[in-house]
């Protein structure tokens, strides 16, 4: 069954689960949801700096979830809708439901910012030794962000304009 904004459910969270076990919550608006497929929107509601792309208060994060995938992809639409900017989450367990969205945040992101620049973010926060499997899914994850990152953006931008109507 597809769920669209135009549902009762019109609200749904973001759980974000860390290594470490630390749980975040999100309240956003449910844009689209499927099975193996979603799509929130989110305000930003306080400031961030992260290389050089500054995102205040009243920008919009349109939050991408696959089930089948290594990653999800918030595409942040600036103030004025001028500047976006794409952040990869490398991420597994990802499990979608009308009102929750879950997924595990494995840590590594890749920041694709609006002249195109691939940033590779928070490694050092990785464990130490966060195990073989781990390790090799989120290497596997990386290089095929890196590697893809314009097809999935292109078909990211595509879906959101297809689903919702919004241009980026």
């Known amino acids: 069954m597809i769920w669209t904004r135009d549902t009762e459910y019109n609200v749904c969270t973001e759980k974000k689960i860390l290594l470490s076990g630390e749980i975040h919550n999100y309240s956003c608006e449910?844009?689209?949801y499927s099975?193996?497929?979603g799509i929130l929107k989110y305000i930003i509601k306080r400031n961030y700096d992260l290389r050089g792309v500054k995102l205040v208060p009243g920008d919009i994060t349109y939050s991408l979830y696959w089930t089948s995938r290594p990653y999800t992809l918030y595409i942040w639409q600036l103030t004025g809708g001028?500047?976006?900017a794409y952040y990869f989450n490398i991420a597994d367990s990802v499990?979608?439901?009308?009102t929750e969205f879950t997924w595990r945040d494995?840590?590594?992101d890749i920041l694709i910012d609006s002249e195109k620049r691939i940033h590779i973010l928070d490694e050092e926060e990785l464990p130490a030794?966060?195990?073989?499997?781990?390790?090799?899914y989120i290497?596997?994850?990386k290089a095929l962000i890196?590697?893809?990152h314009n097809d999935i953006i292109n078909e990211a931008t595509a879906a959101l304009y297809a689903l919702s109507n919004v241009k980026i």
């Open 146 to 148: 890196i590697r893809d």
């Open 95 to 98: 499990l979608l439901r009308p």
């Open 82 to 84: 001028k500047n976006v």
């Open 106 to 108: 494995l840590v590594i």
């Open 139 to 141: 290497e596997s994850a």
């Open 129 to 136: 030794d966060p195990g073989e499997q781990l390790s090799c």
């Open 35 to 37: 099975t193996d497929f």
């Open 30 to 32: 449910l844009i689209h």
